[in-house]
């Protein structure tokens, strides 16, 4: 009986182990709030697991998780990015304008496209290191003159304030083919912007967990001071990723123009506190040091199925904004919890 009660205990803690190491992870809440959202709409709304349904909500989540990804990277890095929903729309409205106007070729549209939202990134992150400004106000600024410019220098050069006509420019139908297509999977019209999305959210977890970029991430977010002293190079990588959250912007800004061939002045304003809504859901920490790839791209489906499966139930829209309030302070109050086990447990 005295070697039994021993082996006993010894057996409890190590299957107790992994099961706390799994809860620990920043996107299991996510995970499984996923899950009962899914089911529940599955229960409410027949046509949410139809083919159509499906490949409605999952384009609207890899649009949503693009950007959420990129924004959590960011976030993980103790940073905050708030002109990333103007950045979709200056990037379609950069390659509308060129190539409908000035019969700029399709492809070397993109590139201006890219490096301008590259350069912008670049300069938040410069501003912000060289200033000391919380990134906040810095990336306000920029919304509201991306906002600004959008509006006033499409409307100088078109005379409205959207681009159309991209169907006709030449090349848009093979640049089509890798940012606007589909493809038949079980019997659903899968948006090629969902690969695009899945494979941005496997890149990301792979650097964040298995290279050295991860951990100088995970460094500058959580202790700066103490990463400048080991000699982490802090302001290339909050450069690199404000690029990466300029550079999501500019993906998503194609894959909207491809998929519609038109583009408004105002698209993505709005949609950066959804993406830290996203992000936040899926784990990570407004102060920084803490989050996941997977636990953003999770927040970002419960966001796209959410969307949709409100309209597929027929319920008042006004519902989504009450649910994005609910979900965002239960997020905090749960990481935040998470953040003081895991402190009184080290």
Known sequence: MTLTAPRLSADRASVARPVRTILRRPETGAAAAALLIFAFFSVIAPVFLSPAGVSTWLYSASLFGIMAVAVALLMIGGEFDLSAGAMTGTTGLIVGVVTTQWGVNVWLAMGIALAAALAIGAGNAFVVMKTGLPSFIVTLATFFILQGVNLAVTKLITGTVAIQGMGAVPG??????????????????????????????????????????????????????????????VLRVKTGLFMTTAGAGWLVGMLQLFDVSTVQATSGIGQEFIYIICAVVGGCLLTGGYGSAIGAALGALIYGMTLQGIVFAQWDNNWLKAFLGGMLLLAVLVNLYVRRQAGERS
Do not use: C, H, M
């Open 172 to 233: 848009f139908d093979q640049v089509k083919v890798y940012f606007g297509s589909s493809f038949p999977l079980f019997g659903a019209e899968i948006k090629v912007a969902v690969l695009w999305w899945f494979a941005l959210t496997a890149l990301a977890t792979w650097i964040l967990l298995r290279t050295r970029a991860g951990n100088w991430t995970f460094a500058v977010g959580g202790k700066l001071a103490s990463a400048r002293q080991l000699g982490v190079p």
